[in-house]
């Protein structure tokens, strides 16, 4: 596949400590013209004032009134999107854009439509090690969820997911929350597309760093495994 721009999605909610740096981050990626889309879904910390503050033609920033979660963050932003892949970056920099060019090299190299960035891959990268109650409830739900796709994925509920345009524009996306990770697996695998995964490196937050996932969100994630699994 020949590639000439990419689209960034960046769902953002209270990310005042981290968002200008991921920012920048992403910036620093020069290989393909990028397209940047912040979707700020209802921050009430500084967040606001510093994406208010952004005046670059490249960076689009889209607003939530209210916090409506990062489902519906990703939704938002897919409705714009004019790259030729599109990339979800969470924005508070446990995934780093330093990883960028392993994310591509599928797209480049064997004509994937999703790639997956695995945290349990290993390869190049590094991962912060703790939290093993975290890392076992994504391992179940990632099982459950082969189950269903007949896929052998090690990540599921990765953060860094990216497809072609078309690929990720060709299904219809319903759920707000956490839950968006199994549909988007599910509905696309069941479309027979490609996937491929690549190890990657994983710096994640702690609690009192701002960390925001909780055993709810988990069990959405596994409603939304088997209703999609069992019901597309």
């Known amino acids: 596949m020949i590639i000439k721009k990419i689209s960034i ?26 397209e940047i889309i912040i979707v700020n879904d209802g921050s009430t910390d500084g967040s606001n004032k510093i994406l208010e503050d952004i005046k670059e033609k490249n960076i689009k920033i889209l607003n939530h ?7 519906k963050a990703i939704q938002t ?13 969470d924005a508070d920099l446990e995934y780093s854009p330093t990883d960028f060019d392993i994310l591509f ?47 052998n994925m090690s990540d599921m509920e990765t953060g860094y997911k990216l497809f072609k345009k078309d690929v990720i524009q060709s299904i219809n ?8 990770e199994p549909e988007i697996t599910i ?16 710096r994640g937050r702690s609690y009192s ?16 495994i088997f209703k999609y699994g069992l019901f597309g």
């Open 173 to 180: 996306l319903t759920e707000n929350s956490f839950g968006i």
């Open 77 to 89: 932003g897919l409705r714009i999107v004019s790259g030729d892949i599109v990339i979800i970056q």
């Open 105 to 151: 090299k599928p797209f480049e190299e064997a004509d994937a439509d999703v790639v997956y960035g695995s945290r349990f891959l290993g390869g190049s990268g590094y991962v912060r090690l703790h939290y093993y109650f975290h890392y076992l409830a994504n391992k179940i739900l990632t099982n459950i969820c082969n189950l269903f796709t007949n896929l």
């Open 9 to 34: 999605i960046i769902p953002c909610f209270n990310e005042e400590k981290t968002i200008k740096k991921v920012i920048e981050k992403v910036k620093q990626y020069t290989k393909y013209e990028i």
């Open 187 to 202: 509905k696309l695998a069941k479309k027979k597309f490609k996937f491929f995964e690549v190890g990657i490196s994983y």
């Open 65 to 71: 009134k209210i916090n409506s979660g990062k489902g």
């Open 209 to 224: 760093e701002g960390k925001k996932i909780t055993a709810k969100d988990a069990i959405i994630a596994l409603f939304c």
